[in-house]
């Protein structure tokens, strides 16, 4: 057996269920997702990582709408199947709409396309940009 | 001779000028920086490669600022020099504070993570995820 | 029909069973995994990938077990959903256990952060670790 | 002015000097390294990095040199040029030997071919690693 | 609901259809692939999309084939599944034989070590390669 | 000290001189460039990444120059810098010209972008491609 299995509430260890009692809380919501389930195989992973996710994505200089939007391309641009699910359903709660979507894959497509047309003209950063 | 050499406005031909004075006056700088140079290269290529650019940044459902912060978390997520350093300098020219984007960095950082988690995992996308 | 399809021993040539034959023998399995079943389309890749896996993944300076978690570390980077799978597996066999699976993973996307929050920030390398 | 810089310790807040301060004891060293001093731009992300790291680089299931070792195949894999080297210093200071370099190096690189040609054979999963 | 539906032709507006048609022209095919019909959701992306790659991939100095070959080698890179089954189909069509597909992934996983081990090792670039 | 250091033909063990001198006299140039000099500091790494370029590269259903351009786009797509440069100089010695290298820029750069746009819309495989 190699494959990791998720950890539900009633199995938990007490360390888990406090991380898991602490997301449904901030996040309204009856369940955590299945990722935070995988996570509970470490508990110490999972505390770190819940901490810094909710530092990181709480209201700042941006709303948590640009930074699941920012979620969102940078996951696209990996490539990260459960990730690219997860956070256009997030960006969607925080109110990502149709056109929103559709403009963030533009711009996640174009940036792909012109990081590799940089790269492959060996384009020198302009004195300006370096300052 | 093998690295492509940049295309002064002087030296270009009448389909690169024309590219460029478009660059020029949408952007209102008094000259290209030096993406547009290499480009220019492949007149074909930074005639689309502008066009799409142009209509992709435009002011839509998001503002330019949110848009380039994207583009900016892109490049870092993919380790483009050129790229983060002229959209860095894009993105402060259209409103980003030190304070926006310290708050990117940290969202593209810990995206990058927590995709690798995922894929480590091998979480499976939630059935709400996937509708 | 393009999707390639896998070659069995009983229907795989000569050359092909010669290579399957080494890998059941080095690893004492009865039948090969599919990786090598697909790459069995291409003889030559077939054999010179065997080779240079076997050479690479023999005991040295690195013990088995540290070679598969690099490994490891690495797919789940790349996202490569096969190679995680038949790594995660092959490092348990070297004695992965679960406490080291999880630290590999936390060690990996720790990894990826930082990578990128380096790439943002632009840090120009210590004089120290470039000599 | 876009290019973040450094913060030194003599101009650094209190909040900074403490991070700093903790990486010295912890490591050691006359002075931090330029990924922290430039992290320093924003002490929340400079606080929540280096106790990311502490935790998860500390001794456990696996030595810090193999964590060093995973540390810096990710960080070749994903071309960050400052992480190559200051992970190579510092895996070195953890007892990485030449060879132990090189066998880094070598499982690093075929990870990374043997990871597209599953993608490109589209290798499906095995059962036996699936569970 | 955040999954994106793909739109068919018959729901499609009057900018889609025009897009749609023209695809089914150039390639004399009855229906476009799944790729077009989800991209259908962003009308202007679609359009900008097709016109782009119609452009690109037309022939040139280089034929089809080789085009396509190099399109189905970088998605072989970035460990797309949707890319990697579009362009393998669409080099068969364009004359990719057995042996020219084991050719582009033997080449395609060959560079993808070799990019590595220039990372890792650090190599810096030769004068020659450099003008 | 530890950045890796280039391996001179004078200051070579014997297995070393053999690989050089093969490069030197299968590509009929008077030294070899830094790559292998670098890896020189692993003889085995040498001799096996050598043995199979010299196959892998060699003439067969495609040709050096469509080979070279397909390490290049790869190279480009990873953002490896000395990839790219010593690529692109192979690919210019087999007789890629200025349209071609411009060709492989905008397949590059596209099959970049639509990578993104087919991850970000989950678009699923069509049942045709997957036969």
Do not use: Q
């Not at 602490?22 to 819940?50: C, E, G, H, M, Q």
């Amino acid at each position: 057996m190699s494959r990791p299995k998720p950890i539900e509430y009633r199995d938990a260890p007490v360390e888990v269920r406090a991380v898991f009692d602490d997301i449904k809380n901030s996040r309204n919501v009856p369940d955590v997702n299945n990722f935070w389930k995988y996570l509970a195989n470490d508990p110490a992973t999972l505390r770190r990582t819940w901490d810094s996710v909710k530092e990181v994505m709480a209201p700042g200089a941006l709303d948590p709408l640009a930074k699941e939007m920012i979620y969102l391309a940078v996951s696209v641009s990996n490539g990260c199947g459960y990730c690219i699910a997860s956070h256009t359903a997030a960006a969607r709660k925080a109110g990502m709409t149709d056109a929103m979507f559709a403009e963030v894959m533009a711009v996640t497509g174009m940036a792909n396309e012109t990081n590799r047309l940089a790269n492959g003209y060996r384009v020198p950063i302009d004195e300006a940009f370096d300052r």
